[in-house]
């Protein structure tokens, strides 16, 4: 293990120097970064009763967690009884499988809200049973094109400057297209059109789940998610179940903090609630499923890592972020790093959910870029303790030897020297 570790170091390393010296990707993430800040504190200081709503919010959220297996077995019954189907996947290859299942091949398959999605290597899994997959959300969209990462939870292709947009769609097109920002919307936009309604399956996440009546909310700006959780016959839904709470109630509170915090809007364009198939009764009072929207409604809830998240005491903190990103934008080693400060999750809190759900190996060696500087518990709607729990990721994956070969040499100097610098006692005095 020794030597492929260290082979592993090595290559994540160099994969940290190349962001550091890639001066397209730090321009398309700067620019991001100073919209954001000045949409966000405008929005905050228009709405202060989000002060309180973020402490209730922290409240739903750590009894969700608390009462999370009672939770799942509510929301698979609720969505039942609306003759959705709802399913509980314990691993990422559990979750490959009913996808695989529901998907079968050949299909045109449309998504939104890809992260969870991403974290199972979804798009892998339809591509090899040859379906036909597009994603829709622009910046999804964008990266898909360009074969990379994302690198933002909330602005996967936040690392790309409008230059290198207008040359991944010139040559989408086979033709010039200007780096004016709306005729590039106006591209996907066009482009998207016709696959939305063509396709057999849509595949979307979430971003809350009430779990008494098995409604699925999805929040949006673009437009796209409703047209992927709609026109299709069927809809798949992925999304983890620390995404559920017990009521709808909580869950229009949970509604009311994201977009500020995410987007630096009072709402969002556009709130899809989704409880069930899409149904009618309009004809002698018979229901018949599939009017306009989709025939067939499955909720895929993803374990993957997060129960043994949440038998921790510390890292159980990580299960209440609401998935905002608010902290990338704000962390100064997210925005040296971008997308290689983690795997499918970025910054502090994504190399938690990093090392839960795709391994420890892929943090070993970012973790320890992190400076403690604390701007992200400051800045976080819930107050999650990121640093704390990041700190508590270094000291178990020292004990699990993921140890750098400089850390493992002052190891061996403290060991066979008595200090870190491996000089020998008598010339220390
Ligand atoms: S840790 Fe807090 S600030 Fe960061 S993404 Fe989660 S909720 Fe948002």
Redesign the pocket.
Not at 320 to 328: A, L, V
Not at 379 to 384: K, M, S, T
């Given at each position: 293990m020794e030597n492929a570790e260290k082979d592993w170091i090595v290559r994540k390393r160099e994969e940290l120097k190349s962001w550091m010296n890639d001066d397209k990707r730090r321009t398309g993430l700067s620019r991001a970064i100073s919209a954001y800040t000045s949409a966000k504190e405008r929005a905050l200081s228009r709405l202060p009763e989000l002060e309180e709503l973020r402490k209730e919010v922290r409240g739903i959220k750590e009894r969700s967690i608390r009462e999370i297996d009672a939770l799942v077995k509510v929301t698979i019954d609720s969505v039942r009884e609306v003759r959705g189907e709802a399913y509980l996947a314990r691993s990422a290859a559990e979750a490959k499988e009913i996808v695989s299942e529901l998907t079968g091949s050949g299909k045109l398959v449309v998504k939104s809200k890809s992260l969870t999605g991403e974290e199972i290597g979804i798009n892998e899994v339809l591509e090899e049973n040859s379906n036909r997959v597009y994603e829709t959300d622009l910046g999804e969209f964008i990266i898909q094109l360009r074969g990379e990462k994302p690198t933002h939870?909330i602005n996967p292709s936040v690392h790309v400057p409008r230059e290198e947009v207008a040359k991944t769609f010139s040559k989408l097109l086979g033709k010039g297209v200007s780096p004016e920002i709306p005729e590039l919307v106006g591209v996907a936009r066009e482009y998207l059109r016709d696959k939305f309604c063509n396709a057999d399956i849509g595949i979307t996440g979430a971003n809350v789940v009430a779990a008494n009546t098995g409604t699925i909310f999805l929040v949006e700006n673009e437009g796209n998610a409703r047209f992927v959780s709609n026109a299709p016959p069927k809809h798949i839904c992925l999304t983890g179940i620390e995404k559920i709470v017990p009521t709808l109630q909580d869950a229009f509170k949970v509604l009311q903090v994201l977009p500020p915090?995410?987007t630096g809007v009072f709402m969002s364009a556009y709130v899809s609630l989704i409880t069930g198939p899409s149904k009618t009764a309009d004809i002698e009072k018979t229901i018949v499923y599939g009017a306009h929207g989709p025939k067939e409604l499955h909720l895929i809830l993803l374990d993957n890592g997060r129960t043994r998240m949440a038998e921790d005491s510390v890292f159980v903190e990580?299960l209440?972020?609401?998935?905002?990103?608010?902290?990338?934008y704000?962390c100064p080693i997210y925005r040296v790093l971008g997308g290689s400060f983690g795997n499918n999750y970025f910054?502090?809190?994504g190399l938690i959910w990093s090392a839960f759900t795709t391994g420890e190996e892929g943090v070993a060696v970012a973790v320890d870029a992190c400076t403690k500087c604390g701007r992200?518990?400051e800045?976080?709607?819930?107050?999650?303790d990121?640093p704390r729990m990041v700190e508590r990721l270094k000291e178990t994956l020292v004990k699990r030897g993921f140890l750098t070969p400089r850390h493992e040499e002052i190891k061996r100097n403290i060991l066979e020297k008595g200090n870190p610098f491996g000089e020998d006692e008598a010339r220390r005095d």
């Open positions: 939870i915090y995410a990580a209440y972020c609401i998935r905002c990103g608010g902290c990338m704000e910054g502090g809190i992200c518990k800045v976080c709607p819930l107050g999650i990121t």
